[in-house]
């Protein structure tokens, strides 16, 4: 949708940015909280995302593994933002809620709406209000945007609806992280950028 916004409004909108410090990493209801290692085989961190998890390619969500799960966890969460979006909050890209609490994976494309095959906790909604991946799709002109994948090990449990937004899903992990792992690729229009290394080898 955004790949036809015209390159100088873009470049008017450069400076407009939601800003990394509403990230829901950063959040500071979270508490305090130990690492984690989330990376991915496709691209390392702080390096360009492959066309093809964009709305440039085939729109697929990146594979990510992680691992160093702490004792305690009863289920990770995953949410993935943009904070370079040209809005008051980071767009969200994707949410997955009540994931296995251990060490794991993600294979490319696989997160997807519940109903389209989603085999890891509840999808819960993006920023278009649809379950599943949102690929990329940052203005032309525009600048870099970073897309930070953000891993929560949490403790206890919570309700929430099927299919959680942001907010309930911050509300419900207040106080709950235990750990919680970034990994941050990048992707532009209009604005030359080569596409870095691979990224880490998976865990054995």
Do not use: C
Request: no cysteine; charged share 20%.
């Amino acid at each position: 949708m955004l790949e036809h916004v015209p390159g100088w409004l873009g470049a008017i909108l450069r400076g407009v940015r939601a800003g990394a410090s509403k990230l829901t990493i950063v959040d500071p209801a979270l508490g305090q909280f130990d690492s984690l290692d989330l990376s991915s085989l496709a691209f390392a961190d702080g390096q360009r995302l492959p066309e093809r998890f964009t709305a440039d390619g085939a729109g697929v969500s990146p594979p990510l593994h992680w691992r160093g799960v702490p004792a305690g966890t009863t289920s990770l969460a995953l949410v993935v933002e943009d904070p370079d979006a040209p809005s008051p909050q980071p767009l969200v890209h994707a949410i997955l809620w009540d994931m296995p609490p251990q060490d794991g994976q993600l294979a490319e494309g696989e997160i997807r709406a519940d109903d389209d095959g989603g085999t890891h906790g509840d999808v819960g909604r993006n920023s278009y209000l649809r379950e599943g991946w949102l690929p990329p799709d940052p203005p032309t002109g525009h600048g870099e945007h970073r897309y930070a994948f953000q891993l929560f090990a949490l403790s206890g449990t919570a309700d929430l609806d099927p299919s959680p937004g942001r907010t309930a899903v911050v509300e419900a992990m207040a106080g709950r992280v235990l750990a919680a792992g970034l990994l941050t690729g990048t992707y532009s229009r209009g604005t030359p950028a080569e596409i870095g290394p691979v990224g880490a080898t998976a865990p054995v």
